[in-house]
Nanobody, 115 residues
Framework: QVQLVESGGGLVQAGGSLRLSCAAS????????MGWYRQAPGKQRELVAR???????YYANSVKGRATISRDNTKNTVYLQMNSLKPDDTAVYYC?????????WGQGTQVTVSS
């Protein structure tokens, strides 16, 4: 099973940007697609973006136009660039396959956006 370690979160003001990283313990070339998820306090975890090895992407309406997902298969890493951050983006962000493997959830990285 793959281990996933997320990083790059932090406290930012509304309108700011963050780049999240997800490092995998093994090759992600065959993991298709990879996704970024988030879970806000009191809410269910939701998929915000996914990316196939082909480069095809999907974005949830809530982040469309503000987020860019990318993957570097040579580094076994998936990224999520978030711009124009809003307080509603406050959540713990995770990466995983889409659909997710139950046992592959990492600790996530906290993103807090202040108004």
């Amino acid at each position: 099973q793959v281990q996933l370690v997320e990083s790059g979160g932090g406290l930012v003001q509304a309108g700011g940007s963050l780049r999240l990283s997800c490092a995998a313990s093994r090759s992600i070339f065959s993991i298709n697609p990879m996704g970024w998820y988030r879970q806000a306090p009191g809410k269910q975890r939701e998929l915000v973006a996914r990316i196939f090895t082909s480069g095809n992407t999907y974005y949830a309406n809530s982040v469309k136009g503000r987020a860019t997902i990318s993957r570097d298969n040579t580094k076994n890493t998936v990224y999520l660039q978030m711009n124009s951050l809003k307080p509603d983006d406050t959540a713990v962000y995770y990466c995983n396959r889409d659909p997710p493997w139950r046992d592959a959830w990492g600790q996530g990285t906290q993103v807090t956006v202040s108004s």
